[in-house]
């Protein structure tokens, strides 16, 4: 299974951008019961875990996203996606999805880099 995420870029502060990650390679089977989550690697940082969500679509977030991302899934498509809004500066990095807890789908994939200017 590879982790193809995308959709990053430069964006001012305030202004949005929409993630997408595909599992691909992977069957429905495997994808649709895993909790997914996406994960952020800021610059001279660990990687973290920003937003989750379960099979059953119930969702949590990092403290420092809560009310300006939203993270849905699509199981049909096997991708998850993650809604940036009102972005900031301390969110640049580089933007991972995977499972939680990470690794039981397939390795990191490249990521999508996130830049927000102020």
């Known amino acids: 299974v590879q982790l193809q995420a995308s959709g990053g870029g430069l964006v001012q502060a305030g202004g949005s951008l929409r993630l997408s990650c595909v599992a691909s390679g992977s069957i429905f089977s495997t994808f649709s019961p895993k909790v997914m989550g996406w994960y952020r690697q800021a610059p001279g940082k660990q990687r973290e875990l920003v937003a989750r969500?379960?099979?059953?679509?119930?969702?949590n977030y990092a403290d420092s996203v809560k009310g300006r991302f939203v993270i849905s899934r699509d199981n049909s498509r096997k991708t998850v996606y993650l809604q940036m809004n009102s972005l900031k500066p301390e969110d640049t990095g580089v933007y991972y999805c995977?499972?939680?807890?990470?690794?039981?789908?397939?390795?990191w994939g490249q990521g999508t880099q996130v830049t927000v200017s102020s």
């Open positions: 969500i379960t099979s059953e679509r119930t969702t």
């Open positions: 995977n499972s939680d807890p990470a690794g039981l789908l397939g390795d």
